[in-house]
């Protein structure tokens, strides 16, 4: 039997333990890219950006090359393949050539999925 949390708006439905676990931020999104290969993508928390940054050294103060290397980082799964988190530029280079234009575009699309899921808490919390 499901634990019950309680609930203090009226008329609302009891929330158990199971459907509580659903309502948490999505770990991971799964995304097709223009070529049909499934892409799983996963939202990177501050420690994975503070390491991408020291990663990709000098390249770190190039914006566009940063978002290139956020999107391409964000990649776990191309397919049955997966990818750990790149320690230096040269494996953010070789994630972006795995994924290319399609799969960042892709890729990209899975990770603004991560902002539409929270961004009107995100919102309030700035106001």
Do not use: C, W
């Not at 990649?75 to 530029?89: G, H, K, N, Q």
């Amino acid at each position: 039997m499901d634990s019950v949390v309680e609930n203090t708006e009226a008329n609302a439905a009891p929330i158990t333990a199971a459907t509580h676990v659903t309502q948490h931020p999505k770990e991971k999104i799964l995304v097709t890219d223009a070529r049909g290969r499934v892409i799983a993508v996963r939202k990177l928390n501050a420690l994975q950006v503070y390491r991408l940054t020291k990663a990709m050294g000098a390249s770190a103060s190039n914006p566009r090359a940063m978002d290139l290397a956020v999107i391409a980082s964000s990649v776990s799964r191309i397919d049955t393949l997966d990818f750990a988190f790149p320690a230096r530029e040269s494996d953010v280079e070789f994630l972006i050539q795995k994924l290319d234009f399609e799969g960042l575009e892709a890729a990209g699309k899975g990770l603004q999925q991560f902002t539409e899921d929270t961004g009107d808490g995100v919102e309030a919390a700035k106001n």
